[in-house]
């Protein structure tokens, strides 16, 4: 008996929110895509041609059919009295988690910077109006995209050693960083001492028999910037020296830093990402 | 001055993409496309060799772009191909290749391949010398087929092949020598990856093998300083390192409107293998006096055994509160042999020899384990939002280099703090305002900062008619104690920038003033006991400024950027531009003419200086 009265109460309220939502859902509704575009014919068009459109009819056609309130939410009202008050004209993020609901969590997870600052999903990718000619959609290509926030990185690109795939092409930054948490920057935190590098610079993969400490506890940047510098091999100093001789301040008696050849320590020191064969890593 | 190795490979990528496209079925399906393609002449002062170590640009051919799209009748997309870059002009060469094959199957191909050039007058790396390529290959295959989960292969090759120029260390001098390099990695990839469980998971086992088998040869046998009677007669090794790596990587996600949960694993066991020798050998005095061989006959093995793992998770507590928690964890076990003999054969003119021998017998290891574990506390209310948190991690590293080395152990915990506020108004002005901190009192490498203390400063603000301004700031400061380094490091960054839109987005502006002050003392102790500082001292100031219109026919877009660092350390300053002007001949077709320039200065030294300009046609067509 003990049980039977919540059972009850439960079907109870479940019978009650049943009858209170019929009434709404009976008058909206769904809108079908074809229905939008008697009146909005060039967006339709323009949308099932782009790139949102082609991927929403690779899942299915019916998915396509739902794509306008699937943004814009219920439209039936706006069927009968076409008024831009009775349409949801800007969606939020939250209508884009309606299917991209894998993504909407990695934002607060990996860079939680993103939503504090309230930036929405339509901030970054296009609506697919229109093909924005990018990469998932973007609105503007990564580094113009990202420059706009993140300046100070944008500007170490135009640096004159910098990681470019051409004299005006830098690297894309979704190449190393990904917003949404998933693939590379899970990958670059999970390897760590740089991992994502060697990912393109295989040559620097270790193990090795003497490894250069300082890579392997903080990784590459310990001694390059890795979006651009004014020095030679994006490293952080002009002066091999300068770099080395700041943890290295033991240097023996036998090396005369006043001559030249002396303070290019790599001349001698070559192996210095890690060498297999010499602990003072004078060959790989 | 190589001649770039483009025709080969660039024939064999388009026709490969060609025949593919061709043997789709045809029925019900359209073509789209573009190509485009440019010749670019180049007339330039100055090192060259400069200008390509900086962009490695030349005159000739380049093919802008490739691409087509083959649609099914439905609009599925059936076969994309996108390919730049192959000519003279570009030290880059980059294809894709996408197929859609149907019952859930598709194929993607991607090829790069880059010209890396390095050859500096002045400096450093006066002695140092690139010219290499590295291609690169990355296929997947995936099944998608199940409704439940993707199944994705993954295939990676990667060849670096080309010389490198560097000096070798013998007889106490520095001596020119050439690297032929050989290097490939080869990686396959299995990766599973649910889709309608309520939790995402993936399942990643990777295994990849790399291999190096360079070899080197002596360049002309006297010293870089030509200052020494002793000449490099030979030069070589059999060297050959060989490693396997095989990874997993697990993860799974979880979000909802009320909690968001990340977690992730990563095993890695690396095992490092070489063999063969490398000797160098010297005729003394020129040869007179007789030579002296040094011969490093070794085998070494090397193995890494990393464990790395994190959770993420934000909760939202009702009424715009949340937390959010982060932990990470990382261990990296090696242990290292090196086993063998050095040699060393002393000859004179007359054959008497005499050989001598080390016995090599060391072992080594090197341990690390990292965590870090961060709390926020935030607030979002309507338009607003304010967070705090503190951090603890702790770092230990343990390594002993040779067998005899007493080697390092450090442990140290750090602690940290952060503070931030951000602001959203109606009028599309919003900004964020942070302050993070962190200590230790344990130091790894004496140049680690004790104490940092950062604040970050952004404000943006939408302007109305498609104008949009923004701007930032970030100060930070680190030091650690006079007994340790005696680090003194201050950075200052700002910026603004000033944008502009068309409503129909066929034109764009944008102007952007950054600005770096990083100043970093560090104590260092002279080779004879002395005290000195090593100072860095840089002043950056980075203009940009770019546009994009149409007038009639006409299609502009130009770029320019300055930068300038008055830095005491090495000031340099460089102006490059592009202009580009094209015009609709006939329907899809456009025929452009662009002039690019830079220009490079050193203020304190002209053997690396240039200036270059770059002018040529262009020719594209769409369908």
């Avoid at chain 2, 020798?277 to 005095?285: K, M, R, V, Y």
Wanted: hydrophobic letters at 35%; a negative charge.
């Amino acid at each position: 008996m003990r049980r039977t009265l919540p059972t009850l109460l439960i079907v109870g309220t479940l019978a009650v929110v049943g009858l209170v939502l019929t009434p709404v859902l009976a008058a909206d509704e769904p809108v079908p895509l074809e229905t939008c575009a008697q009146c909005h014919d060039e967006v339709a068009a323009a949308f099932v041609a782009g790139p949102h459109g082609r991927a929403m009819a690779k899942v299915s056609p019916e998915l396509l059919q739902r794509a306008c309130e699937t943004c814009h939410g219920p439209a039936a009202k706006h069927v009968d009295d076409p008024s831009p008050e009775n349409i949801n004209r800007h969606p939020s993020s939250d209508a884009c988690a309606s299917c991209h609901a894998d993504r909407a969590g990695g934002m607060e997870l990996t860079t939680p910077g993103h939503p504090r600052n309230d930036v929405q999903c339509l901030d970054c990718h296009a609506s697919g109006h229109k093909d924005p000619g990018t990469e998932h959609m973007l609105r503007l290509r990564p580094r113009k995209l990202c420059g706009g926030c993140h300046q100070q990185e944008a500007a170490a690109f135009q640096l004159p050693y910098a990681h470019r795939e051409s004299a005006h092409k830098p690297f894309a930054c979704t190449t190393c960083h990904d917003v949404h948490g998933e693939g590379e920057r899970g990958r670059l935190e999970l390897l760590g001492n740089g991992g994502l590098c060697i990912s393109c610079h295989t040559g620097k993969a270790g193990p090795f028999v003497f490894p250069h400490p300082p890579r392997e506890v903080d990784g590459c940047i310990t001694c390059h910037d890795p979006h651009g510098s004014v020095n030679p091999r994006q490293l952080k100093r002009h002066e091999v020296a300068d770099l080395c001789l700041e943890c290295h301040a033991d240097v023996s008696a036998n090396h005369n830093l006043s001559q030249a050849r002396v303070r290019a320590c790599q001349n001698c020191h070559a192996a210095i990402h890690g060498s297999n064969r010499d602990p003072r890593l004078l060959s790989e | 001055m190589t001649t770039r190795e483009t025709g080969g490979a660039a024939r064999t990528v388009v026709l490969a993409a060609l025949a593919v496209a061709c043997a789709l079925p045809l029925a019900a399906q359209e073509w789209s496309g573009s190509a485009g393609a440019a010749y670019t002449w180049q007339s330039m002062s100055g090192n060259e060799e400069s200008f390509r170590s900086q962009s490695n640009l030349q005159e000739g051919f380049t093919l802008e772009d490739l691409t087509l799209l083959r649609k099914d009748a439905d609009g599925k997309d059936r076969f994309t191909f996108q390919a730049w870059g192959f000519g003279n002009a570009e030290p880059s060469q980059h294809a894709k290749l996408g197929l859609e094959l149907g019952s859930g199957w598709s194929v993607a191909v991607r090829y790069d391949r880059r010209e890396s050039f390095f050859g500096l007058a002045g400096g450093d790396f006066s002695a140092r010398g690139d010219d290499w390529q590295i291609t690169r290959w990355n296929g997947k295959i995936a099944w998608d087929g199940w409704s439940a989960v993707r199944v994705t292969l993954g295939l990676r090759r990667v060849e670096r092949g080309g010389d490198v120029q560097r000096t070798f260390y013998g007889l106490g001098e520095q001596y020119p020598g050439r690297v032929a390099l050989d290097e490939t990695m080869d990686e396959a990839t299995l990766r599973l990856e649910t889709k309608t469980l309520p939790v995402h998971l993936t399942l990643e086992q990777s295994v990849a093998s790399y291999e190096r088998r360079n070899l080197w040869s002596p360049d002309g046998g006297t010293n870089i300083d030509a200052n020494d009677a002793d000449l490099l007669t030979d030069l070589g090794t059999t060297y050959r390192d060989k490693q396997d790596v095989p990874t997993t990587v697990a993860t799974a996600s979880y979000a909802s409107a009320a909690i968001a949960v990340s977690a992730r694993v990563l095993w890695s066991s690396a095992d490092l293998d070489t063999t063969g020798a490398g000797w160098q050998e010297f005729a003394i005095g020129g040869g007179p006096v007789g030579t002296v061989r040094f011969v490093d006959d070794v085998v070494s093995s090397a193995s890494t055994d990393t464990l790395a793992g994190g959770v993420d998770l934000a909760v939202a507590l009702g009424r715009g509160w949340r937390v959010n928690l982060r932990t990470a964890y990382r261990d990296a076990s090696s242990d290292s042999a090196l086993l063998g003999q050095r040699l060393i054969h002393v000859a004179n003119p007359i054959g008497a020899a005499l050989d001598l021998s080390a016995p090599i017998d060391n072992n080594g290891r090197f341990d690390f384990t990292n965590t870090s574990n961060e709390a926020t506390l935030e607030y979002r209310g309507s338009g607003w939002s304010a967070w705090a948190g503190g951090l603890v991690g702790s770092r230990k590293v343990s390594w002993r280099r040779t067998t005899d080395d007493p080697g390092e152990d450090v442990n140290r915990d750090s602690t940290g703090a952060v503070a931030g506020f951000s602001l959203r108004l109606a009028d599309g002005v919003s900004g964020s305002l942070e302050y993070r901190h962190g200590t230790f009192e344990e130091y790894v490498f004496r140049t680690d900062p004790e104490t940092v203390d950062r604040v970050t400063l952004r404000v943006r603000s939408q302007l109305g008619h498609g104008w949009a301004v923004s701007a930032h700031g970030r100060f930070e400061r680190g030091d650690n104690p006079a007994s340790i380094a005696s680090l003194d490091h201050s950075s200052d960054a700002g910026g603004i920038g000033l944008t502009w839109s068309a409503a129909g987005g066929d034109a764009s502006f944008g102007v952007d003033v950054s600005v770096l002050s990083l100043t970093t003392d560090t104590g260092i102790v002279l080779p004879g006991g002395g005290a000195d500082l090593s100072r860095y001292d840089l002043s950056l100031t980075t203009l940009t400024a770019f546009g994009e219109t149409t007038l009639g026919k006409v299609r502009l877009r130009g770029s320019v950027s300055r930068v300038e660092d008055s830095g005491n350390t090495w000031p340099v300053s460089s102006w490059n531009g592009a202009l580009r002007a094209g015009i609709s001949l006939a329907q899809h077709t456009e025929m452009a003419a662009y002039v690019q320039h830079w220009s490079y200065n050193e203020d304190r030294s002209n053997l690396d200086d240039f200036k270059v300009t770059r002018y040529g046609v262009a020719l594209s067509w769409s369908f």
